[in-house]
């Protein structure tokens, strides 16, 4: 029997996502039984400082892929033609991945959306990029079910006043997926578009979200978001035929003394920030204020500029 088949005879979705596995399915267990589960909550001040990590390399070629409406989420698949590919490599990662999915995970208010949560607060949405390691399996398939197989890039969603190019893309094709289990051709996506400007990030093993959530990936969290407009968030939420309630997004797992490492020096102040981080009380009501180990890393400002101040106590 299929995923697809399973996902339709148990009507495994979002709104029974807490039952995954729970019938005995060899195939589905670990989604019930494993200890090395995704999502989770980012607690900041458990981050471990890795200073071994380096910047993560993202080749950025536009990409041609098929847009599809699964019922759980909305997924871009690459096509494997695709040249040139989008390799990602460095950063936590020993081998050269693959891109060959993209996921849209979000929700029915600015409330819920992301997947992974920041000491326990959601984003409006999350963008993943699934890679397969291209060094060791020939494809996907393989490499969800064997060691160091799966890398996903997870970047958060988050409202600004300007559209993203990228996203529009998405938007423009959501109306030629309104049926059920429906897909469009989507060519020339710019995957940097798609991508905040950082170095910086999270990581942790972990498994795929979604059944049979094998425990195979190495997690890459962006620590800034991309910003869309209230009305790409408003007509991504007006897509039909989705098998959920609130949002899409897998409840968080158990950390289970696992570790998350960065690469951002939190301890490493200079003068700027060390003044930043006194006024961060005074902050106005417009600002969405990120607060690593006590310490202002990020600004988000939401006015007509759309500005984003951010602070890195690196230098």
Partial sequence: MTTKDKWK?????????????EDGDDDWRICASGKNQSPINIVPHILLYDP???????ETNPVNGILRNNKRDITYFIHNSSEP???????????????????????????VGSEHTIDGKSFVGEIQFLAYNSELYSNHTVAQQSPRGIAVIAVFINVGDTENLAFDMFRKKFYDIQLSDTCTELNGLPIDKL???????M????????????ETVTWVILNKPIFISSH??????????QEWRDSNARPVMPLNHRTVRTNINVKKRSKLCSMEVAKRYEAPSR??????????????????????ITLYPTH
């Fill in 9 to 21: 005879k148990r009507n495994y979705a979002f709104t029974c996502v807490g039952r995954w596995g």
């Fill in 52 to 58: 071994q990590l380096q910047p993560l390399r993202i």
């Fill in 85 to 111: 590919s989008v390799n990602i490599t460095s950063g936590p990662l020993s081998y050269t991945y693959r891109l060959y999915q993209i996921k849209l995970h979000y929700g029915v208010n600015n409330s």
């Fill in 195 to 201: 991508l905040p400007r950082t170095l910086q990030y």
């Fill in 203 to 214: 990581t942790y093993s972990g498994s795929l979200t979604q059944p049979g959530c094998k």
């Fill in 232 to 241: 790409q968030l408003e007509d991504l939420r007006k897509t039909p035929y």
């Fill in 287 to 308: 600002y969405k204020i990120i607060i690593y180990n006590g310490r202002t890393i990020e600004w988000f400002e939401r006015q007509a500029l759309s500005l984003v």
